[in-house]
């Protein structure tokens, strides 16, 4: 394989001021979209099982994606060749597994300490990019993940008390996370010349394939099934994470790691668990620490310091 083959689908030239302020905003959006999910996928663990949830949040959230492709362009469901094979590896491993195992972290080690691990995205994404796309380490990245990581120990110290120490559920949502961050560089590299949303569609609708497959077998065994909730208040939580975390914010993601590169992108997942804790408050009344409000704010200075240092040109 050529320096270039390996280069093209991340950096595929410099991207303009324009790209660069668009990959940015639509980030930002996307942690919001993600942050604000995780109190509500908790919320609706507590009458639903993992599987049955997790695959019918994540298949209207494919259905969405799939309707926003056939409008946007049109219908053109053949467009060019399909690399099948690589879609559905993709989607079974970025989608399928992934969401599963993500959200069974969650409902064993709760919305905030899934969300405290979501912190280790930049240094997960920089050794991803180097490992699979072959981008350098760059020193600012470095020095920015670091700052924002410190950001985020802070408001781990700071909610100490509330969130308990970490457990097994820390641990999946960590390798859900390293999962998500194959699928981001090699859905990119895999799938060059696709839009963002022909690619989110395609690989959602993949894994999905596979959930139905998971929640099929364990209906079958009587391991799944056990809790529903299909009460409106339930039914507005799956379509609003549908539309959201599962829906738009995959294409956001995707098109900040096409233009930024997963290094830079995956630095805006620091400001999850602080969105987290505003979520918390607006819906649920509990006012953030001063701490808290001290980590927010190293987090925004670390994200700010890797994007100023990237679009300067430096290491």
């Known amino acids: 394989m050529t320096r270039e083959t390996r280069a093209l689908p991340v950096d595929h030239g410099r991207p303009s001021a324009r790209q660069i302020l668009g990959a940015n905003g639509g980030l930002a959006l996307a942690m919001l979209m993600w942050g604000g999910a995780f109190p509500v ?8 099982d993992v599987v049955l949830n997790t695959t019918l949040r994540m298949g209207c959230g494919a259905g ?49 300490n899934a969300a405290m691990v979501a912190a280790l995205s930049p240094i997960i994404g920089a050794i991803a990019g180097r490992l699979i796309n072959g981008e350098p380490l ?40 390293s999962m998500w961050t194959w699928y981001s560089v090699q859905a990119q590299r895999w799938l060059a010349g696709w839009s963002q949303v022909r690619i989110a569609a395609f690989t959602a609708t993949a894994g999905v394939m596979v959930m139905l497959v998971f929640a099929g077998i364990g209906l079958a065994l009587g391991l799944v099934g056990t809790r529903t909730d299909f009460s409106l208040p339930s039914l507005v939580m799956i379509a609003y994470l549908a539309a959201t975390s599962n829906g738009a914010a995959l294409v956001l993601w995707s098109n900040g790691v096409k233009v930024l590169g997963v290094s830079v992108a995956t630095l805006f997942s620091n400001t999850i668990p602080i969105i987290a804790v505003v979520i918390s408050f607006v819906i649920f009344d509990r006012p953030p620490l001063p701490l808290e409000l001290l980590g927010g704010a190293i987090v925004i200075l670390g994200v700010l310091y890797g994007q100023i240092a990237r679009m300067r040109g430096g290491r």
């Open 64 to 112: 969405v994606l799939m309707v926003v492709f056939l409008v946007s362009e049109r219908g053109r469901i053949r467009k060019g060749p399909v690399p099948w094979g690589k879609v559905m590896l993709l989607g079974t491993l970025g989608f399928g597994v992934n969401s599963l195992v993500f959200t069974a972290g969650v409902a064993n080690a709760g919305g905030a």
């Open 138 to 177: 760059r020193r600012s990245t470095m020095i920015a993940a670091a700052i924002a990581i410190a950001g985020c120990l802070v408001v781990v110290f700071a909610r100490m008390q509330d969130v308990g120490e970490f457990r097994g559920g820390a641990l999946l949502v960590l390798v859900a996370m």
């Open 41 to 48: 996928i908790e919320e609706l663990l507590v009458s639903w």
